[in-house]
């Protein structure tokens, strides 16, 4: 844990602030160049690594401010970046963050627009005054939870456990129309106090919609609880919605212990999975969120509670009211404000986006630098059907990035499940015979073997993982033209 992390909610406030007072996105570093906070386009790369050689890096190294409006000049303190090529800042400004001395943090503000660059131009000798007290603010915090700490008292910070990390709207990428329209009118709702329905499939982004929802609305600073309904136990699942009081059953805490809806007081509440909450539970489900209280199991006081209540489910509720699996009543109760996200297979214009999305955030996680995907690699995953939808694409991103040799990123780097549909796919349109997909499959598993780590090169091990013989596999290696 850095000294930035025990205080990542007063930063990410400070870093608000600043946006919104200058109009300029802003990213704040902790003393490993690890993003603790960003606004904008940065608030996807929180928790993720400034690239190696970037102008923030210099600043915790020397631990004096800068500021740079020509990043490509040769003579600018960004030619070391491993990401110059790709950066899309055309102005920014870096001021450092002590502790006693010690550089600890970096605050930086980044103009992307000609017409931010031209402010930042004239006005980034008169900012430097606020950002000196910015930097000395977030210095005195972190002093003041040292002090704590000395005296004994464990404060780890103001916030809630359960109060999460921001998601807002502008981080949900998507340019198909259905998709804008119901991230516009979760924005609409983002503010009222309805329940609200998530419909789709799984790894559509219900999750991510339902935390932007609670971030972007009034609740944004308190809890967001969430509870898969699917993957607790029917006997337990009651006791973790509603609590229990000590001693309710055996093995029970003597204290007892508060439910999800207890721990959500104030904040927002998320249901995953709704539609597979037990027809016993149901009842009590309605009651609750009806009359705005709850009643902990085995206890006999009743507790307001103020929650607002957002569920998803990707099953089709309307079938189970019909074979009388899930109660009308109930479900009349969630679907107040429904919104359904389509599957990626609906919407494949977006699918590129995607890719390009994941490929820079993998790339900078992982630190390969500048990547890029083969135009036909690109056309050929725009056709799969990604059955796990955007989480399934993410992870093939991942997969890729991790695998990727060079810049380029070819089919040679497909996870092995969408090597196998490549092959399907090709022979589909290019009417290429079996024979020559067979082969072009036999290749890539052995190019695949051959390339990864847990068999170092040990061949003896992937002839016998493969069930060839040694033999075999050196022919086939040199059929294939695979360096031996
Ligand atoms: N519109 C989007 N833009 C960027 N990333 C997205 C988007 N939608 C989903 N993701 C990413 O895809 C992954 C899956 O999303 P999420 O967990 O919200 O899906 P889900 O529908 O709740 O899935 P499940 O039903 O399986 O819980 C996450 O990593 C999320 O950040």
Known sequence: MTEFSRIEKFIQSYADNISKVLGLDVTILDEQGIRVSGTGYYSDLIGLPAPEGSFFRMILQTGQPGMIFDMKKNDSQCMNCKFLQQCRELATIGFPVHKREKTVGVIGIIGFSPEQKEKMLHHSEKWMPFLQHTSSLIEHKLLELDAEREKGCNIQ?????????PVYFAQLIGADTGLRDVIAKAKKVAGSISTVLLRGESGTGKELLAKAIHSEGPRSRQPFVAI???????TLLESELFGYEGGAFTGSRREGKPGKFELAHKGTIFLDEVGDIPLSLQPKLLRVLQEKTVERVGGVKTLEIDVRVIAATHKDLESMVKEGTFR?????????????????????EDIPLYLQHFLHRYGTLLQKGRLELDASLVHRL????????????????????????????????LPEYLLAEEATGRADEAGAGLEQLLADYERSVLKKYLASSAYRQDKAAIASELQISLSTLYRKMEKYNLDI
Do not use: F, T
């Not at 910070?157 to 990390?165: F, L």
């Not at 898969?228 to 029917?234: G, R, S, V, W």
């Open 228 to 234: 898969n309904c699917a993957a607790i136990p029917e």
């Open 382 to 413: 725009a056709a799969y059907d990604w059955p796990g939808n955007i989480r399934q694409l993410e992870n093939a991103v991942e997969y890729m990035v991790n695998m990727a040799d060079g810049s380029l990123i070819d089919h040679e780097s």
């Open 328 to 348: 009308e009543d109930l479900y009349y109760r969630l679907n107040v404000i429904p919104l359904r996200l389509k599957p990626l297979r609906e919407r494949r």
């Open 157 to 165: 910070e103001e916030m809630p456990q359960a109060v999460v990390k």
